[in-house]
């Protein structure tokens, strides 16, 4: 059986945990990633910019979810099979991977940039930013989400390929660091005027209890974000660097941890805010309508309203 040109290089007890942790995570992650679009699709005040790039999100998670992880628990199973596809199955999870993974990196940017612009301002993002302009923006994402899989495909040793893909991280995580520390500034600066105001206790205490929203968004952003490069950052490294590892064992591992990534980010959203939340329950049968709920809906964090 250890014969097998199927068997991947983690040892049986690895392949055994390997299915189960990834059956799990294929099918924890895809009703994640359903719920979410369902929830934004059926519930008009989470269908707005936000709700629209968040549900983007989702879709590209749920292609890890639904098609990357669940052949890799076949490429595991066929390990204990005397016939397999080990080749192909593992070459089309990594080109699908690749895609998705794109599509979720430039995405979590616009995301950043959505939400700094929405914060920092408020009036103009609302009369700037319409979902048309959205819907072409994700339209983009897309194509240009195709560069990494055609690369993969037809000049995987290119050396000026391998650069534009470094850059286009890079550049992505610059605009990500940069509206975040933006935000950030802009959220503790409010907090400041908040604090001088005294006098006037309604609009200060209606002043706060938006600030306090805007830290939650931050809050919320800040964790999206680390998750992303936790899981993605060292399988990155090891593609980059090209570290010595003859029987893929840290690129399997590795590359896993990526995957994981795309079944936590749905719960991230149900877990910290009570508009996704609320909108869940009613779509399992738990509660009926919005209306019994009074929700002081704000320009700078219409969707991302927490708990």
């Not at 009703?31 to 519930?43: A, D, E, K, M, P």
């Not at 929405?118 to 194509?143: D, E, N, Q, S, Y």
């Not at 990500?176 to 309604?202: F, P, Y």
Request: proline letters at 4%.
């Amino acid at each position: 059986m250890e014969s097998s040109p199927c068997k991947l290089p983690i040892g049986s007890a690895g392949e055994i945990v390997a299915m189960v942790v990834c059956t799990f995570l294929a099918i924890g992650g895809s009703l994640g990633n359903i719920f979410i679009i369902l929830v934004i699709y059926r519930t008009p005040r989470l269908k707005n910019v936000c709700g629209i790039l968040i549900a983007n999100m989702a879709v590209g998670d749920l292609m890890i979810t639904s098609i990357v992880l669940p052949i890799l628990v076949f490429t595991l199973v066929q390990g204990f099979l005397k016939q397999c596809f080990y080749d192909t199955a593992i070459y089309v999870a990594f080109v699908m991977a690749l895609f998705s993974g794109a599509v979720s990196l430039l995405t979590l940017t616009d995301l950043s940039v959505d939400r700094c612009f929405a914060i920092c301002r408020p009036m103009k993002h609302k009369t700037i930013v319409t979902r048309t302009k959205v819907k072409f923006l994700i339209a983009k994402t897309w194509l240009e989400s195709l560069f990494l899989p055609i690369v993969e495909l037809f000049y995987c040793d290119s050396a000026p390929a391998k650069y534009i893909q470094t850059l286009g991280v890079i550049s992505c995580y610059s605009i990500i660091l940069v509206s975040g520390v933006i935000t950030i500034r802009n959220v503790r600066a409010s907090s400041s005027r908040i604090a001088a105001m005294h006098n006037d206790q309604g609009r200060s205490r209606m002043t706060a209890e938006l600030n306090q929203r805007n830290k939650q968004v931050a809050k919320t952003m800040a964790l999206v974000v680390s998750l992303f490069t936790l899981c993605w950052l060292p399988i990155a490294f090891v593609i980059s660097v090209k570290i010595p590892d003859p029987q893929g064992r840290i690129f399997f591992w590795f590359a896993g941890l990526g995957f994981a990534n795309s079944s936590l980010n749905p719960w991230i959203y149900f877990h910290r805010q009570s508009n996704y939340r609320h909108a869940l329950k009613i779509l399992l049968g738990y509660k009926k309508s919005l209306s019994s709920k009074k929700v002081i809906v704000h320009p700078s964090n219409e969707t991302l309203e927490t708990k």
